[in-house]
């Protein structure tokens, strides 16, 4: 795992955004990993720029989504396909059949999740997979003690997820509890694995990161020491408690 301070909120944001970019415009039929939050905005509002002003062909483009609501209707404001077309998808261009987020409904909930797992099996490996990080050390929706091979499945959420995602819905009640995210080991094939933690409320998990020899299923994001190729990249108000 390599660690990089870029200082700013907006640097950090669009170095993510340039390595994607990239990515999408020497490969032409890239295949990524996409996630969702107050984090990833800046990233993906550079990431359409830079793909509008170098008039990249995205036709071969594919996206799969790390997580969705339980029974969220896609089409809701806080919805994560509503976030997605909203700061991605709808800008590019990208049709519906080159982005997947998980079926998020109570039918088939099993066979859906290992269908989706299977079409990355049989499309991937995804060349780039976002990610964020919680607060508890969670990537995905994979809380703490969720096991490194776990697959895409049907997850509760705990009271410190929740209450962070609080900010986005009017009552508190509308909340979601659960959600469809990819596994551990989902993520884990992934050729290459990019975090992004932003201000201070990532700090003290971050520090906890840098400082771990070895994975602990307490922490779900330290599953990423066991990959080869994973970057984690940082503003000043994340890096502040890393001691080098």
């Known amino acids: 795992m390599r660690f990089i301070n870029l200082g ?50 995205i036709s071969c483009l594919e996206t799969f989504n790390l997580d969705e609501y339980f029974m969220l209707d896609k089409n809701d404001p806080n919805s ?32 859906d999740n290992e269908a989706y797992d ?60 659960k959600a469809i995210s990819m596994g551990i080991d989902t993520i884990l094939s992934s050729e290459r694995i990019i975090l992004l933690a932003l201000g201070e409320k990532k700090a003290e998990i971050m520090a906890k990161l840098y400082s771990m020899k070895a994975p602990d299923e307490l922490i779900p994001a330290s599953s990423l020491l066991t990959h080869k190729n994973v970057e984690i990249v940082m503003d000043n108000a994340t890096a502040r408690l890393i001691k080098r």
């Open 8 to 57: 700013s909120r907006q640097d950090a944001s669009h170095y993510v955004a340039i390595e994607m970019f990239k990515e999408i415009h020497y490969n032409k039929c890239t295949l990524l990993g996409l996630a969702t939050g107050g984090t990833m905005k800046d990233v993906y509002l550079k990431l359409v720029e830079l793909l509008q002003v170098n008039h990249t062909d």
């Open 80 to 111: 994560y396909m509503t976030y997605m077309k909203q700061h991605l998808f709808d800008k590019i261009g990208m049709k519906e059949s080159q982005f997947h987020l998980p079926d998020n409904d109570e039918i088939d909930v099993e066979e």
């Open 118 to 177: 299977q079409a990355i099996r049989e499309k991937g490996p995804l060349h780039i997979q976002l990610l964020g990080i919680g607060e508890n050390g969670h990537i995905g929706f994979n809380e703490p003690g969720t096991p490194f091979n776990s697959k895409t499945r049907l997850v509760d959420l705990t009271e410190t997820t929740i209450a962070a995602n609080s900010r986005y819905f009017e009552d508190e009640e509308e909340v979601p509890t």
